[in-house]
């Protein structure tokens, strides 16, 4: 490898969610670990590995200029976008004007209802969903209509299009929130699923609203297929949100894009964003996606996904192996492995909430899946050194599942 994805990084004391948070906020985050563990961080969805060193070098060269006023996007910010988009997606006549930037991808997505909907109208989703959906949805206005994901006699989360349907019809639905690579499930859908699907929201005048941001971590060789190009109408129907911060780890200095090809949806939305004037682009952040976009963050967005796989096959083996009762689809794309607990709780007299604890107590600081409709699930975030996954999973073997 030529990037660094072994070194174990201190991030305590760094500004970091995932490690200064933990026991902050009961219910909101998980506990700190007991006496004698160290802390493990495998709940919020971002990576325990360095950035690629292209976007340090773009930071870097862009702070030794000492002002940081008044800016507007540059023309390479966009043709970085459109560079990426065309060699990672297969994407073709991608225009600066298609190109809007967003804070995030959930004040996208709530800006694009608003545009599409009216207070108190029904959205589709799937569930399991990301909470992120189900907190800003309600928290807007918007009722959640439900349509849960099945599993094939595979154990490959499917989407149930009868059921789609039904929902979509009864509850008199014009939109829904689509997420692909799929998160929690890790799903990234076939191109006849997402036809399918967008076949279905043309038939009854839905729009959608589609999450890619997770589609740069594909695993296995996976595909990400763009939502928009499916077909014609798919283009025109669809605003597609990404961004660079799951891919290289930027959250911390925000910034995400949506593509929207319907010139009626784009003024709006850019009038819609626009409305609170704090939708606007931070320089650094700026310069970031130049530097991760640039030809070695190609190089190591391939490498981080040969790690990634190794993580995630090393995971879903020791469940196999060792955990008895534990269940799990394995992911196709993003680093989040959701599992389901339902036998190994029935069996061990243990609540959910109560595992979750005995998980905490030891360090793996693991995530709640019941907030992510997963009645008796886990979320597990795989981007650590294997090292650290290694010794995670041993933990969980001696001090949880066979305590």
């Not at 006699?153 to 299009?161: E, I």
């Not at 929690?184 to 839905?206: S, Y």
């Not at 196999?320 to 680093?335: K, M």
Request: net charge negative.
């Amino acid at each position: 490898m030529k990037y660094d994805f072994t070194s174990l990084m201190e991030r305590r004391g760094k500004d970091a969610t995932a490690l200064d948070d933990l026991g902050r906020r009961p219910g909101s985050t998980p506990g700190a670990p007991k006496e004698g563990f160290d802390a493990i961080p495998m709940w919020v969805a971002d990576m325990n590995f360095p950035t690629c060193p292209a976007v340090i070098d773009a930071l870097t060269q862009r702070i030794q200029h000492p002002a940081f006023g008044y800016f507007s996007p540059s023309d390479e910010y966009y043709r970085s976008i459109i560079r990426w988009q065309e060699n990672r997606n297969a994407v073709t006549g991608l225009s600066s004007e298609n190109i809007g930037y967003e804070n995030g991808v959930l004040g996208g997505v709530v800006s694009t209802l608003n545009v599409l909907c009216s207070k108190g109208d029904c959205v589709l989703l799937h569930s399991p969903t990301y909470i992120g959906f189900t907190n800003s949805l309600t928290s807007n206005g918007y009722n959640l209509v439900l349509s849960p994901l099945v599993k094939d006699a595979h154990g490959v989360y499917r989407m149930d299009f009868a059921d789609m349907e039904k929902r979509i019809v009864e509850n008199h639905i014009h939109a829904a929130v689509f997420c692909s690579p799929h998160n929690p499930c890790g799903r990234v859908w076939e191109r006849w699923e997402i036809e399918r699907f967008m076949e279905l929201c043309e038939k009854h005048d839905v729009y959608v609203v589609s999450d890619e941001i997770w589609s740069d971590i594909l695993l296995h060789g996976s595909r990400h297929i763009p939502t928009q190009s499916v077909s014609g109408d798919a283009r025109n129907r669809t605003v597609a949100f990404y961004a660079p911060s799951k891919t290289f780890s930027l959250a911390g200095l925000v910034g995400a894009y949506h593509i929207v090809y319907n010139p009626w949806i784009s003024d709006r939305l850019a009038r819609e964003s626009s409305l609170c004037h704090y939708n606007e682009m931070n320089v650094l952040s700026m310069h970031a996606l130049i530097g991760a976009y640039r030809p070695e963050g190609y190089e190591w967005v391939d490498e981080l996904n040969q790690v990634l796989t190794a993580n995630v096959d090393y995971a879903c083996d020791y469940i196999e192996r060792h955990f008895q009762g534990v269940e799990f689809s394995a992911p196709q794309g993003t680093y989040m492995l959701f599992v389901d607990c339902t036998q190994w709780c029935a069996a061990h007299g243990k609540t959910i909430q109560e595992l979750e604890q005995m998980c905490w107590d030891v360090g793996v600081a693991l995530q709640d899946g019941v907030m992510f409709h997963g009645p008796c699930h886990l979320r597990l975030n795989l981007a650590l050194p294997l090292s650290r996954v290694k010794e995670a999973f041993d933990r969980l073997d001696r001090h949880v599942f066979n305590a």
